[in-house]
C-alpha cells in the first residue's frame, strides 16, 4: 500500500500518452516515459510531471524511481518487458493481453509469482456503461445462472488506416490473425458472469479474392481473413460464442448473456443502453414488465469517466490500477485471468488451424500444467527488428491463399 499517489512510467506512447492523460484524473502521477521514437515524446505533454524523464532505452527507463510501468509497446512484446519490469520491483498494468504464446503465459505467471509484483491486464470494455450495467444485473443474481453468452468486437479499416498503424512487414498487425485479439470479445463477458474457459473450438472465414485484394493494398499483409468465430465451454458449463477483431461492417461490439431466468444485452450501436429481458412467467419480485430498454449509468465517478476514451473505460482500467497499487485492492484481470485470455485465442487458433476441433485451455495456476507448456513457443508473431520467432501461419486457411497466388502469378504467365 502507499500513502501517495503511485508514480507511474509509460512504455509506448502512441496509445500509452492516452492512458496516462485517463491515469492523471484516477489519482496517477506520471514521472517517467519510454519510446524508441523520440518524436512521441511530445505526447506527454501537459500530462507528464514537468521533471518527468524521458528515455530511449527500456534497461535506462526500467531503473528509474517509479511504482509501476504501463505497457504500451506492440502487441506481441509484451511478456518480456513485463517479466523486467517486475524484476525490477516494479508493478505492470499491460495494454494488451499479454502473451503471444504458452511458454510466455508460463514465464509471464511464473515472474509475478517469483518477484510478488503486482500485475494488470488493461482492458477496457467490461467498464463501458453497458457492459458495467450487465455486470451489475447479473451478479446481483437476478437473472439466474449464464447458459450462453456473445461477445462481438468488429474493427474494419480501409487500407490506408491499416498501413498507417502497422509500419514495417514484421509489424504484429500484419500478422495477427482473427483469433487472437479477443480481449474486447471475450473480456467483458469473463467480468461480468467470473466463468473461467476450458475449452475451444474455433474456425476463421477466408474469401479468396479479397483475401488477394488485401495481400496487394497491405503490402503483402500475412493475415487475410475475414473472421474468426471460438465456441468456448466454460467452467461452469456455459458455453460462450465470441468472435476475434473481425472484418465486418460495421464498426461495433456486443454483448449479450442468456440466463436461467431471463437476458441482457447492449444495444447494437448504442453500447450505452441494455436491453433487459424476463420470461413471462418469472418475474422477480418487484419487476412489472418483462422487456425493457434503459441507458446505462455507472454507480459512481461519472463525471470523471463520462468524457474518457474508450467509452469511459480507459479511466476505470487507470483508476483501479491505481487502487491496486495504493490499496491492495484485486482487480479482476490479475496475472492468472489475464493469460487464461492469451492462452484461450492461442489453442482457438490450433483449433482452426485443425478444422474447428476442440483443445483444452490450459489453468496456468497448475504448476504441473505449467511444465508441459513452458516450451510450447507457436506463435504467428514475428520479431519485429529480425523477422525471427514466427512459428505458424497467419491465416488458417494459407494452403487455400498460396493456392490462389500461384493460380493468379500462373494466369499472367
Not at 498503424?165 to 471475450?186: A, C, D, E, M, V
Not at 413471462?280 to 446505462?296: F, K, Q
Request: net charge negative; charged share 25%; aromatic share 12%.
Amino acid at each position: 500500500m502507499l500513502d501517495r499517489k503511485p508514480r507511474v512510467g509509460v512504455f509506448g506512447l502512441n496509445r500509452g500518452s492516452t492512458l496516462a492523460k485517463n491515469g492523471r484524473p484516477a489519482g496517477l502521477e506520471f514521472v517517467a516515459a519510454c519510446d524508441k521514437n523520440p518524436g512521441t515524446f511530445k505526447y506527454m505533454k501537459g500530462i507528464a510531471e514537468p521533471d518527468a524523464v524521458y528515455y530511449t532505452d527500456f534497461d535506462d527507463f526500467i531503473r528509474h524511481d517509479m511504482d509501476a510501468v504501463i505497457l504500451a509497446n506492440y502487441f506481441n512484446q509484451h511478456t518480456e518487458f513485463a517479466i523486467k519490469a517486475m524484476k525490477a520491483g516494479k508493478a505492470v498494468i499491460s495494454e494488451c493481453t499479454p502473451a503471444a504464446s504458452l511458454a510466455e503465459c508460463v514465464a509471464l505467471v511464473e515472474a509475478a509469482e517469483q518477484t510478488g509484483m503486482k500485475y494488470m491486464l488493461a482492458e477496457n470494455y467490461p467498464f463501458m456503461r453497458g457492459c458495467a450495467e450487465m455486470a451489475r444485473v447479473y451478479q446481483s443474481g437476478i437473472l439466474g445462472k449464464v447458459v450462453f453468452a456473445e461477445g462481438e468486437y468488429v474493427h474494419p479499416m480501409s487500407s490506408g488506416e491499416f498501413l498507417g498503424i502497422s509500419p514495417g512487414k514484421n509489424h504484429w498487425r500484419r500478422h495477427n490473425t482473427k483469433i487472437h485479439y479477443i480481449t474486447h470479445s471475450l473480456g467483458p463477458l469473463l467480468y461480468m458472469t467470473g466463468a473461467k474457459p476450458v475449452r475451444v473450438n474455433a474456425e476463421t472465414v477466408f474469401l479468396k479474392d479479397h483475401a488477394l485484394e488485401l495481400y496487394d493494398t497491405c503490402e503483402q499483409r500475412a493475415a487475410v481473413e475475414e473472421a474468426g468465430i471460438m465456441l468456448i465451454q466454460m467452467d461452469n458449463g456455459a458455453v460462450f460464442r465470441i468472435s476475434g477483431s473481425n472484418n465486418l461492417a460495421p464498426h461495433d461490439n456486443w454483448y449479450r448473456l442468456a440466463c436461467t431466468n431471463g437476458s441482457i444485452e447492449t444495444v447494437r450501436g448504442n453500447n450505452g443502453r441494455v436491453i433487459l429481458d424476463y420470461g413471462a412467467w418469472e418475474l422477480p419480485v418487484g419487476v412489472t414488465e418483462s422487456h425493457r430498454i434503459y441507458d446505462a449509468q455507472w454507480d459512481e465517478l461519472t463525471d470523471l469517466a463520462i468524457n474518457a476514451d474508450h467509452g469511459g473505460g480507459d479511466f476505470w482500467e487507470m483508476y483501479k490500477f491505481m487502487r491496486y497499487l495504493r490499496y491492495d485492492e484485486k482487480p479482476y484481470f490479475d496475472v492468472y485471468n489475464s493469460v487464461i485470455m492469451s492462452a484461450t485465442a492461442v489453442m482457438a487458433y490450433k483449433s482452426a488451424l485443425c478444422e474447428g476441433a476442440p483443445f483444452d485451455i490450459p489453468d496456468f495456476r497448475d504448476r504441473d500444467i505449467r511444465k508441459l507448456y513452458a516450451e510450447d513457443r507457436f506463435t504467428p508473431f514475428p520479431d519485429y527488428d529480425t523477422g525471427e520467432g514466427k512459428t505458424l501461419p497467419s491465416n488458417a486457411h494459407q494452403d487455400l491463399f498460396d493456392a490462389a497466388l500461384a493460380a493468379r502469378e500462373a494466369a499472367k504467365a
